[in-house]
């Protein structure tokens, strides 16, 4: 079994920065990959992006690319959510997705078995 956990979350002013942490226990070895998604009130799950655990190739949603970035820490498990440039519209929940499915797509929520609680985001303007 795997189990993600978030943390990182807060409030930020528009034009501002946060880093998500994605902290994975367990049979890490069996993650392929690990996403983030959010939630903003009243609708639906957005993809955020996602990394690939073996070869560190990332990929991003068109309204985050550019300014978000995903990093890992392999020796600790961690994935990190470097979020830059944030706007009002980049608030909502943020969840850490691991996947320990092979040959899914990466962007599509049910390709991710195991899931955080989620972390708030909130962007003033």
């Known amino acids: 079994q795997v189990q993600v956990v978030e943390s990182g979350g807060g409030s930020v002013q528009a034009g501002g920065s946060l880093r998500l942490s994605c902290a994975a226990s367990?049979?890490?070895?069996?993650?392929?990959?690990t996403a983030w998604f959010r939630q903003a009130p009243g609708k639906g799950r957005e993809f955020v992006g996602y990394i690939v655990r073996s070869n560190g190739i990332t990929y991003f949603g068109d309204s985050v690319r550019g300014r978000f970035t995903i990093s890992r820490d392999n020796a600790n498990n961690i994935v990190y959510l470097e979020m830059n440039s944030l706007k009002p519209e980049d608030t909502a929940v943020y969840y850490c997705?691991?996947?320990?499915?092979?040959?899914?797509?990466?962007?599509?929520?049910?390709?991710?078995?195991?899931w955080g609680q989620g972390t708030q985001v909130t962007v003033s303007s």
């Open positions: 997705a691991a996947s320990t499915k092979h040959g899914t797509s990466w962007r599509q929520d049910a390709s991710y078995d195991v």
């Open positions: 367990g049979r890490t070895l069996t993650i392929y990959t």
